[in-house]
């Protein structure tokens, strides 16, 4: 079983329409989630980052986190084109600071 | 703040040459990581130092890769000698830990290609 894991996509939503990003993680021990957007040819941009369980909402995006389910998400409300990219789920390893990253889920909002 | 600082951005060269990557990492911040992508393998952590010191390097693929955090204003990660299958982005990020934040802010990136 691979550390992160997301689904690859594409990820095709409607612009307006709310996009839904899902990652589950593999090591209990992770405190620490983060959601990174990497357009084609850029590096990693963090966007989001969740701590606790629970929802964190910052602007647009919501991340979610379910330790129990081993569970992380982001929501991404009032889709716009320029949100198109790939998004990253990165957590933790073994309560360090080292972060495993899944192989990311592209996303196409279409206007 | 000017971000983290990578060079070069584009490297072509040829198999069995050496390779030197350079980054700066954000002032202020205490820990760096090395990273790698790939289509095939994703984003791969290779090293990471905290403090100038390396904390984890399990991800260095051999020993023709080494890195080196001389003071806490630049690192370098070293390939001799290079192969083909070295060709990927090399990213740099830094991040600030301690007090349960950890917050990573990644370079542009060098694309290196091993001909």
């Known amino acids: 079983q691979k550390e992160v894991e997301q689904n690859s996509g594409p990820l095709s939503v409607p612009e307006g329409a709310i996009a839904s990003l899902n990652c589950t993680y593999s090591d209990r021990g992770s405190q620490s989630f983060f959601w990174y957007r990497q357009y084609s040819g850029k590096s990693p941009e963090l966007i989001m980052f969740i701590y606790s369980n629970g929802d964190k909402e910052d602007g647009r995006f919501t991340a979610q986190l379910n330790k129990a389910s081993q569970y992380v998400s982001l929501l991404i409300r009032d889709s716009q084109p320029s949100d198109s990219a790939t998004y990253l789920c990165?957590?933790?390893?073994?309560?360090?600071?080292?972060?495993?990253f899944g192989k990311g889920t592209s996303l196409l909002v279409t206007p | 703040d000017a971000g983290v600082i990578q060079s070069p951005r584009h490297e072509v060269t040829e198999m069995g040459q050496e390779v030197t990557l350079r980054c700066k990492p954000i002032s202020g911040h205490n820990s760096l990581f090395w990273y790698r992508q790939t289509m095939m393998r994703g984003l791969e952590l290779l090293i990471y130092f905290n403090n100038n010191v390396p904390i984890d390097d399990s991800g260095m693929p051999e020993d023709r890769f080494s890195a080196k955090m001389p003071n806490a204003s630049f690192s370098t990660l070293k390939i001799q000698p290079s192969e083909p299958r070295d060709s990927a982005v090399y990213f740099c990020a830094s991040s600030l830990v301690g007090g349960g934040e950890n917050e990573q802010f990644f370079g542009p990136g060098t694309r290196l290609t091993v001909l």
């Open positions: 990165a957590v933790n390893k073994h309560s360090g600071y080292a972060l495993n």
